[in-house]
């Protein structure tokens, strides 16, 4: 069965980066991305990325662009996500989510599609 | 970015019963729109693509519908374990993003 199985809890200060992992088991890693997802305390969702787990192509939401850095390690299934300059308001649950390859615009290189399986979560707290 | 807003943001139902919860898109996403639901302490999980086709092992009591900027989630009799939050998704236009959330609580 699909599984996607997240780093642990981390606590950062301000200004520290703080990088999470997604171990992926149960289908072939390569034809599928993976999108990063989170969600600050009592909040909503909020995506932050895409990665294409078959040749690394990144899409990044704006607001992150330049302190998100998403990578995979295909000879372990594992994708990444790095995010630095951390602040307060980065303190939330984080995300990884398979993204079906059939999704994937081409002519834009965007990923345009839902998310159909998900991982635990991993709580990144910022605090002085 | 086109913005979802859902509502209601709480909606109370006695079990057995329907349950309607509703999403509207800031412009056209055409079918392009996705269910979640989250139980407290767990992740999301899919239950409706394409506006209306039920993801892996959802049960038939959960159906989607609408296209366009309009669209409903209904539950058709509610169990206890449907008692969660329900976030709709346009994947229309890049980047796809969420509704704020209906939380559906018993009554």
């Known amino acids: 069965q699909v599984q996607l199985v997240q780093s642990g809890a981390e606590v950062k200060k301000p200004g520290a980066s703080v990088k999470v992992s997604c171990k992926a088991s149960?289908?072939?890693?390569?034809?599928?991305?993976i999108s990063w997802v989170r969600q600050a305390p009592g909040q909503g969702l909020e995506w932050m990325g895409w990665?294409?787990?078959?040749?690394?192509?990144?899409n990044y939401a704006q607001k992150l662009q330049g302190r998100v850095t998403m990578t995979t390690d295909t000879s372990t299934s594992t994708a990444y996500m790095e995010l630095r300059s951390l602040r307060s308001d980065d303190t939330a649950v984080y995300y990884c989510?398979?993204?079906?390859?059939?999704?994937?615009?081409?002519?834009?290189?965007?990923?345009?599609?839902?998310?159909?399986?998900w991982g635990q979560g991993t709580l990144v707290t910022v605090s002085s | 970015e086109i913005v979802m807003t859902q509502s209601p943001a709480t909606l109370s139902v006695s079990p057995g019963e329907r349950a309607t919860l509703s999403c509207r898109a800031s412009q056209s996403v055409s079918s392009n729109l996705a269910w979640y639901q989250q139980k407290p302490g767990q992740a999301p999980r899919l239950l409706i693509y394409?506006?209306?086709t039920r993801a892996t092992g959802i049960p038939a009591r959960f159906s989607g519908s609408g296209s366009g900027t309009e669209f409903t989630l209904t539950i058709s009799s509610l169990q206890s374990e449907d008692f969660a939050v329900y976030y709709c998704?346009?994947?229309?236009?890049?980047?796809?993003?969420f509704g704020q959330g209906t939380k559906l609580e018993i009554k």
């Open positions: 989510a398979r993204t079906p390859t059939q999704y994937y615009d081409i002519l834009t290189g965007y990923y345009k599609g839902p998310f159909d399986y």
């Open positions: 149960g289908y072939t890693f390569t034809s599928y991305g």
């Open positions: 990665i294409s787990a078959y040749n690394g192509n990144t």
């Open positions: 998704q346009q994947y229309n236009n890049w980047p796809g993003t």
């Open positions: 394409g506006a209306s």
